[in-house]
């Protein structure tokens, strides 16, 4: 089982067309951007590398796409 860095629940990617847990559905290309960056992380971790501060930003990606997704 693999352990997760905290603030991650699952390297699992988000898929196209996905409701979000706030009602936001992403463009693809936001969706493929949060990928990119969740991988980048799951890479890191496993290379046992502190990723605190891309979860981080993760997080700010994922708050702006929300608010952009929501409109």
Same mark, same amino acid.
């Given at each position: 089982m693999e352990t997760m860095p905290?603030?991650?629940?699952?390297?699992e990617p988000l898929h196209y067309?996905?409701?979000?847990?706030? !009602?936001a559905i992403w463009p693809?290309?936001?969706?493929d951007r949060y $990928?990119?960056?969740l991988s980048r992380i799951a890479s890191r971790h496993?290379? !046992?590398m502190d990723v605190q501060h891309l979860i981080n930003g993760l997080? $700010?990606?994922?708050a702006?796409?929300?608010?952009?997704g929501k409109k």
């Open positions: 905290a603030g991650i629940t699952s390297f067309g996905e409701r979000r847990w706030n !009602g693809s290309a936001h969706v $990928n990119v960056e496993r290379a !046992g997080y $700010n990606l994922a702006g796409f929300d608010q952009a």
